[in-house]
Nanobody, 115 residues
Framework: QVQLVESGGGLVQPGGSLRLSCAASGSIFSITAMGWYRQAPGKERELVASITRSGRTNYVRAVEGRFTISRGNAENTLYLQMNSLKPEDTGVYYC?????????WGQGTQVTVSS
């Protein structure tokens, strides 16, 4: 019954901002890491940002300084604050939560950056 649901995607102009959210349908235990992936047309899915159980964050070079990944305080939630968006950021963004023994994926949310 575990399900991840992303929200917050949409159409935004270059230089704008979006905040993506990922919420679990229920309690998920033994979380080891969480992350956001994206897939642009003609490209493979790539890891955009991740955060470990200890709070260590990592970003792909293309978004470093513009995106911020964070966790919900007392819930199984994940956020991605995206600022100074560029057309190259366009793609389907996916949430992933890693647990001991496996991982869970969201269905994806479309982000389009265009004038």
């Amino acid at each position: 019954q575990v399900q991840l649901v992303e929200s917050g995607g949409g159409l935004v102009q270059p230089g704008g901002s979006l905040r993506l959210s990922c919420a679990a349908s229920g309690s998920i235990f033994s979380i080891t890491a969480m992350g956001w992936y994206r897939q642009a047309p003609g490209k493979e899915r790539e890891l955009v940002a991740s955060i470990t159980r200890s709070g260590r964050t990592n970003y792909v070079r293309a978004v470093e300084g513009r995106f911020t990944i964070s966790r919900g305080n007392a819930e199984n939630t994940l956020y991605l604050q995206m600022n100074s968006l560029k057309p190259e950021d366009t793609g389907v963004y996916y949430c992933r939560i890693d647990v001991i023994g496996g991982s869970f994926w969201g269905q994806g949310t479309q982000v389009t950056v265009s004038s």
